[in-house]
């Protein structure tokens, strides 16, 4: 599961509609296309080799070094175009099941923290109702020195989760939880 952390400005923010979910972003240019270039040169290399006639040793063995060299890198970037045609497919899948049938309820949060010199890194395990099921998460946040702090060990924070994906959008503001904490008791 991705768990989606947005710390809101005011308390009243929390439990606003989702709205509308952004839908994921697609890799840059070159990391897309880099197998297609790399692709050529390796049929280059591979060409060139099968048409020197009597080559030396040396050139006959940075040839074969080349063609190595340009496959590898093209398996590569074929590998990683197809890791983000797949996250990008999840990602899709996960924003339309949160448009069309996102389901609100409150959760809780157990919090680790470190220190880190341009911030505190925030981590821990997110649990909320799921249909007839508890859902379990791990999460991380970087809070940014001068940002609003994060959640406190057991904070409730608003959750919003769909059945048909695996992203989970997560709210917080320590003045809501303070509120919902004061309601409870």
């Keep these: 599961m991705s768990v989606v952390w947005q710390q809101v400005d005011a308390p009243e923010d929390v439990e606003v509609s989702l709205g509308d979910v952004p839908g994921p972003e697609r890799p ?10 790399a692709l050529v040169a390796t049929v280059a290399v591979y060409v060139a080799q ?3 006639e ?3 040793g040396e050139l006959e063995m940075w040839l074969m070094l080349a063609l190595m060299a340009a496959l590898a890198v093209t ?3 074929a590998l990683v175009r197809y890791r983000d045609d797949q996250r990008f497919a999840q990602e899709d899948r996960s924003a339309a099941a949160l ?3 996102a389901r609100a309820v409150t ?3 157990t919090v680790s923290t470190r220190e880190l010199k341009d911030g505190t890194m925030l981590r821990g395990l997110l649990t909320y109702p799921r249909g007839d099921e508890t859902a379990e998460d791990t999460w991380s946040l970087l809070v940014a020195d001068g940002d609003s702090p994060g959640p406190r060990p057991d904070d409730p924070v608003a ?4 059945p048909d994906s695996d992203t989970v959008v997560v709210r917080y503001h320590r003045g809501w939880a303070d509120d919902v904490r004061r309601s409870a008791s």
């Design 50 to 52: 099968r048409l020197v």
């Design 99 to 101: 448009r069309s049938d």
């Design 107 to 109: 959760g809780s949060v």
């Design 54 to 56: 009597n080559p030396s």
């Design 28 to 37: 840059g240019v070159v990391r897309r296309w880099l197998w297609l270039p």
């Design 159 to 162: 959750v919003w989760w769909a």
């Design 75 to 77: 398996a590569v970037a």
